[in-house]
Structure formats: structure tokens, C-alpha cells
């Protein structure tokens, strides 16, 4: 863990300036690593500690109808302290180990609005 420079993740992202707060479950100056999907979304939450809600906008074709159909899910978020997410904010999530019961993804990326 080194608290001077962030780690390359293995993600084409821009890594936060922030300074390292001791969170192991930062991905850029903690130890976790991440894997699988990656997903674009906006805040609607963020007033539990260290977690985010996230709401995933997403379109699917449906071939009876032959049209797309819009969805949309919540999900719970690890907000590092580095990235520091808040509400109305276009955050980048990037799946990793299950952090609790409903948290398996963690903020790598935040862009304000």
C-alpha cells in the first residue's frame, strides 16, 4: 500500500489526487482488487458512510416486439474516501469482492455534473 502514488488498477481511468485516508478497500491506495463489469451511473445517495446508491440506466432488445426497452437498477456501492462520490454525480463502478451482504462493487471513477 503505498500512500504517496495511486497503483494502476488495470482500467484506463484517471486515478483521484486525493490523499490516501488508510481505507484497504480503495482501489488505487487499499489492496482491493477489481474485476468483471464495469457500469456508468448517477448518485441518488450518498448519505450512509462509505456507500453510494447508484442508479444504472439500461436498454435491452426485446425480439418479440422488436423494439428496446429501457430498465434501470439500484445498486450499492463502496465509495472511497479518494474518490469521494456525491449525490447527482456520474460515477464509473467497477465490480469487485463481495465488501458485505449488498456492496460487490466499488467507485473508481466520479465525473460532477
Not at 480503495?26 to 482488487?33: H, I, K, R, S, V
Not at 479518494?82 to 465488501?99: F, I, K, N
Not at 449488498?102 to 471513477?109: D, G, H, L, N, P
Request: net charge positive; proline share 8%.
Amino acid at each position: 500500500m503505498s500512500k504517496d502514488k495511486p497503483r494502476n488498477i488495470g482500467v484506463d481511468v484517471q486515478p483521484p489526487k486525493n490523499p490516501w485516508d488508510g481505507d484497504p478497500n480503495d482501489p488505487f491506495y487499499g489492496t482491493l482488487p477489481v474485476r468483471g463489469q464495469m457500469l456508468r451511473g448517477i448518485v441518488l445517495r450518498a448519505k450512509a458512510q462509505k456507500t453510494v446508491v447508484v442508479q444504472v440506466n439500461k436498454m435491452k432488445f426485446d425480439t418479440k416486439y422488436e423494439r428496446y426497452a429501457r430498465s434501470s437498477s439500484k445498486i450499492n456501492a463502496h465509495s472511497p474516501a479518494s474518490v469521494g462520490a456525491v449525490e447527482g454525480d456520474s460515477v464509473t463502478l467497477m465490480e469487485c469482492r463481495p465488501l458485505s451482504k449488498t456492496k460487490s462493487f466499488v467507485v473508481i471513477e466520479r465525473r460532477s455534473a
